[in-house]
């Protein structure tokens, strides 16, 4: 009992460093983004920061150990699709912030739960089971994040179409994680920073040559100095070390579940900050999804954190496929 205690309060501080880092990161990012309208090459700021700190991390300290089952056939099946939808899921939530305000975009987020268990039981993760009484509560956070779009005075379609990408590849991005880190692979946080960042680094150089590089190069200096930069890169490494310990220590749908009070909190501070007005259809759609989140939460407390894959090897996610194979070969190369 005293275990269970414990775990709860360190997942409980854990759950807690990520909701105010993220705020503080958005908010940042924000800021940025009204001086230096280029998300995409925020992005690449980021992950390349993540990069080079985990490769220093890498050769100074023991705190990054590579992974034995890491091959080629692996890092394409398991590490290229977590970068993938990464560096999608960061330049998308960065992008949306130049089209709809804080306030909306954290009320379009509440929808987060859905698509994250969808991309659960899409992957062999049945946390819950499928069941009728956890489609009618997923039903209630659609129509509560349904009614506070109807609420919007700034509605933006081009921007609520991005914002609605974004929650679906972070959906996979936390999925895929936790499988990596809790599965056969069992990552550690820093060792999946390590081996994805710079893959996501590498996608996001190939957006910005896309779409950002005649921007940039028609712009003159963007008036932020090099410390804001460093903090703004040292802060968003800690919240990508924060986001992936959660998972780990709770589950990718607890992270999901967290960003309601997230979300009623940079809410709070739009209103404060940029004086954006929130009106009561919005408060009332963003109370029914936070209802119908809190709900599911309960629906899903006896399981959280617990991968349950089907039985069937076949019904497995491939790269977990991948591992297990390679695992055998190396049994069979010890015993010959």
């Known amino acids: 009992m005293a275990a269970m205690s414990t775990n709860r309060s360190e997942s409980l501080l854990y759950i807690s460093a990520w909701i105010l880092l993220s705020s503080i990161v958005i908010v940042f990012n924000k800021w940025i983004l009204d001086r230096f309208p280029f998300a995409i090459t925020l992005t690449t700021y980021h992950m390349l920061f993540a990069t080079i700190s985990t490769q220093i991390l890498s050769r100074t300290t023991s705190l990054i150990e590579p992974s034995p089952e890491m091959c080629p056939r692996f890092y394409t099946k398991a590490i290229l699709p977590t970068g993938l939808c990464f560096s999608m899921s960061l330049i ?5 912030y130049l089209y709809l305000s804080v306030s909306f975009i954290q009320m379009l987020k509440a929808i ?17 089971e499928p069941s009728l009484q956890v489609l009618l509560t997923l039903l209630v956070i659609v129509c509560g994040v349904a009614i506070s779009s109807l609420g919007e005075l700034r509605f933006v379609l081009v921007g609520f179409l991005i914002q609605g990408a974004a929650v679906l590849f972070e959906a996979y991005k ?18 999946l920073l390590y081996y994805f960042a ?3 680094t590498a996608f996001n150089v190939i957006w910005v ?15 932020i100095g090099p410390g804001i930069w460093l903090l703004n890169g040292v802060l968003c490494f800690g919240l990508n070390i924060a986001s992936v310990t959660v998972i780990k220590k709770t589950s ?4 999901t579940l967290s960003g309601i009070p997230k979300s009623i909190l ?7 900050l940029y004086r954006t007005p929130i009106t009561l259809v919005q408060a009332i759609g963003l109370s029914i999804a936070a209802a119908g989140t809190y709900r599911y939460s309960q629906l899903n407390s006896s399981s959280t954190g617990i991968i349950v ?3 069937k090897k076949g019904d497995a996610p491939l790269y977990m496929r991948v591992a297990d194979e390679e695992s055998q070969l190396q049994d069979e190369m010890t015993q010959r």
């Open 209 to 223: 040559l896309i779409f950002e590089l005649q921007g940039l190069q028609h712009r003159g200096a963007s008036g």
């Open 112 to 128: 987060g739960p859905v698509a994250t268990l969808g991309a659960c039981w899409s992957m062999g993760i049945r946390n819950p």
């Open 309 to 311: 894959l089907d039985k």
């Open 266 to 272: 940079l809410s709070s501070m739009d209103m404060m």
């Open 252 to 255: 990718s749908l607890v992270l």
């Open 92 to 96: 998308l939530s960065n992008k949306v």
């Open 198 to 200: 710079p893959t996501c």
């Open 174 to 191: 936390n999925t895929l994680q936790q499988i990596l880190i809790t599965g056969q692979t069992r990552l550690s946080t820093l060792t």
